[in-house]
């Protein structure tokens, strides 16, 4: 396990998982929102935000947390690892209050790039029927090489990341 795609909806734990699994990895640590994104939340074009990932992905290590289906297929192409956080609804949703509760709005440089707005809690209360099979395709089509890890609460979540540590 060297190169990790990590996605999943917004609150799912993407983030959480990256930082622990680059630890566990001593690999680099990504955040996509922390490319796309500014200071002041402009974004960054798409051909230069999808340039910046195959500069990433060239990389011997790495770990990636973050959708962007537009680009996921330059991710799941370069990776040896997917993990798919596919918690429930619910569980995203409180992954977005208690974030915003711990961190307040904004940047703050570790990977919490927080903003919720009702766009953001249309896409969460959605993403399961519309953008979930989207992913799972993508993940069928361009990462049949890699090992996928399917992590559906946050129980199993913990004890994903335990076997990891016990196995590196």
Request: proline share 3%; hydrophobic share 40%; net charge positive.
């Amino acid at each position: 396990m060297k190169k990790v795609a990590v996605v999943g909806c917004s609150g799912s734990g993407k983030s959480h998982v990256a930082r622990a699994l680059g630890g566990i990895l001593d690999a680099p640590v990504t955040h996509l929102d922390a490319v796309f994104y500014d200071e002041d939340w402009n974004e960054l074009p798409k051909n230069t935000f999808a340039q910046a990932q195959r500069d990433l992905v060239a990389q011997p290590r790495w770990v990636i947390d973050g959708n962007y289906n537009s680009t996921l297929p330059i991710r799941l192409e370069a990776c040896d690892t997917v993990v798919f956080v596919d918690v429930s609804t619910l569980a995203c949703l409180w992954g977005l209050l208690s974030r915003q509760l711990r961190h307040g709005s904004g940047q703050k440089g570790n990977g919490v790039h927080n903003r919720v707005h009702w766009g953001l809690l249309r896409y969460v209360a959605g993403y399961r029927r519309t953008m979930r099979p989207r992913v799972l395709a993508k993940i069928d089509e361009y990462a049949v090489h890699a090992e996928v890890v399917r992590l559906s609460s946050r129980r199993r979540t913990r004890r994903w990341l335990r076997e990891v540590q016990r196995s590196t």
